[in-house]
């Protein structure tokens, strides 16, 4: 067997490996009493539009409903994709520009293989979604870790630009973020790309932005900018599974804008990099649900709603956080710097969030609010009798 895809299976992940424990412990001591903010799965049903369009769909012929679609994904699904973004946006993508994909997990990985080679350098910005580090690993290059400003967890333009070398080759960022909730501001994307810039003319080779957005529509009054508008070697990965609460589907999308320079050798790398992972002909049933529901608005009140109550308990409770400006994730302090005995003590009383470690960082945990709001309200007298062991 392949023993390095053996280390990744027997390692397992962390967020799914408290996910299952919460999933065991409600069937011992009832639901109610287990306060799982493990995983981003989202509570707030799919719109209304997404059962329509699929009762739609099922008058199709069996044959045409079932089959295989085109590679990239069917035309009228991709062209959707792009009008929906030259409206917002005010470009010009086209259907060409878009490659349709099982979720942002294949998004990300078709992105690392088309752009990269073995032995180049890929940054990440601390803390992170952990599996990018699998991502970036199998696609043969190193995974570079650079820490966000630690008080607005921004972008720290200064940090990247000591990391970036010869052998990086891409940047990826993730905003609204994953799990801090922050939002880059236009200033930090802007500072960034100017490293970025730098940094390719220095070393005689573009450095790709790459730009994870499954949260982009979930926010709370911030601006998230474009940022192929930004930076001009961007390349975007998307999924539906928070905006339309599809995470079990696995639908998304990579869009390599047309306004980047080599777009159309970039199209076919990832073109390539999809069939040569495997990682062609997206759902067919949910390519069809994107023509119909592309525009659909998330339902960002309920997190709004749990975020407020979520917070001003803790706050009462004494603990500090990074205020949320999108996703649906809390990233809260330790209350000693072991995040896993923090965990550990936070388990004792029901409480399920993920600790730090797993996403690069020491001393924290993320919470996921994406629950249902009686787990919120249902969980503070927890976290007040946590924090009373620690005063």
Request: aromatic share 10%.
């Amino acid at each position: 067997m392949n023993e390095t895809m053996y280390a990744y299976g027997a390692a397992k992940s962390a967020i799914r490996e408290i996910s299952a424990y919460a999933a065991a412990r409600k069937a011992e001591i009832g639901a109610q009493n287990v306060f799982d903010f493990s995983i981003g799965n989202p509570s707030v049903p799919a719109p209304e539009a997404v059962r329509a369009s699929i009762e739609r769909a099922l008058e199709l012929p069996p044959t045409e409903l079932h089959g295989y679609t085109p590679a990239a994904g069917l035309p009228a699904a991709r062209a959707a994709v792009a009008a929906s973004l030259n409206r917002r946006f005010g470009t010009a993508y086209t259907a060409a520009d878009l490659y349709l994909t099982v979720g942002a997990a294949a998004s990300l990985s078709i992105s690392l293989h088309a752009l990269t080679n073995p032995g180049d350098e890929v940054v990440v910005i601390a803390p992170y979604f952990p599996e990018y580090r699998v991502w970036i690993e199998v696609a043969g290059c190193t995974c570079v870790e650079v820490s966000a400003d630690p008080e607005t967890f921004q972008v720290d333009a200064a940090a990247v630009a000591a990391a970036v070398g010869p052998r990086t080759r891409a940047v990826i960022v993730n905003s609204p973020n994953n799990p801090t909730g922050a939002v880059y501001t236009r200033a930090t994307l802007e500072a960034l790309a100017q490293v970025l810039r730098d940094a390719s003319a220095a070393h005689g080779q573009p450095v790709y932005l790459i730009c994870d957005e499954p949260y982009r529509e979930i926010t709370y009054g911030a601006e998230v900018p474009w940022v192929p508008g930004i930076y001009e070697h961007t390349v975007v990965c998307y999924s539906y599974s928070k905006s339309l609460s599809l995470p079990g589907e696995r639908i998304g999308w990579v869009l390599v804008p047309n306004t980047m320079p080599d777009a159309e050798r970039l199209m076919a790398a990832v073109a390539g990099a999809g069939r040569a992972l495997g990682f062609v002909c997206a759902p067919a049933l949910f390519q069809r649900v994107l023509v119909d529901c592309v525009d659909e608005p998330s339902d960002v009140a309920a997190y709004a709603r749990n975020r407020e109550a979520l917070t001003a308990g803790l706050a009462r409770a004494g603990y500090t956080y990074v205020e949320p400006d999108g996703a649906f994730y809390l990233w809260v302090r330790a209350l000693e710097p072991d995040a896993e005995a923090f965990f550990a003590r936070a388990r004792a009383h029901e409480l399920l969030p993920v600790p730090s470690t797993s996403f690069g960082a020491p001393g924290w945990v993320r919470v996921s609010y994406c629950v249902p709001y009686e787990t919120i309200t249902g969980s503070l007298p927890a976290w007040e009798a946590l924090a009373a062991e620690y005063r």
